[in-house]
């Protein structure tokens, strides 16, 4: 009965902004960590942001610093993703998957037991 479901995904001009969710259930949401991949067509699946389960640590690859912004509502099972300032570079199906680790959070799919459907996200002009 495990699951996460992202929402938010859309077509977006490039400087504008969209808030994913990932919406969790069936395992105990604050005992795992939870992380932000995209995959592009033809490009490998990328780990862009986590944030540990439950003190909020966050973890950010150079491609988004500044950019993205991970956050999780433990109380709701959900987590987030607000991104800013859309580049061509950003379009891709976005994926959240959660890993049983109370401590730690990593950018590789490796780690990672639980993954979403995905959703999409278009840029254009």
């Known amino acids: 009965q495990v699951q996460l479901v992202e929402s938010g995904g859309g077509l977006v001009q490039p400087g504008e902004s969209l808030r994913l969710s990932c919406a969790a259930s069936?395992?105990?949401?604050?005992?795992?960590?939870i992380a932000w991949f995209r995959q592009a067509p033809g490009k490998e699946r990328e780990g862009f942001s986590c944030?540990?389960?439950?003190?909020?640590?966050?973890v950010y690859a150079d491609s988004v610093k500044g950019r993205f912004t991970i956050s999780r509502d433990n109380p709701k099972n959900t987590a987030y993703l607000q991104i800013n300032s859309l580049k061509p570079a950003d379009p891709a199906v976005y994926y959240c998957a959660a890993a049983s680790d109370v401590r730690y959070c990593h950018l590789i799919s490796m780690v990672y037991a639980y993954w979403g459907q995905g959703t999409q996200v278009t840029v254009s002009s």
């Open positions: 944030i540990t389960a439950r003190d909020g640590r966050t």
């Open positions: 069936g395992f105990t949401f604050d005992n795992y960590a």
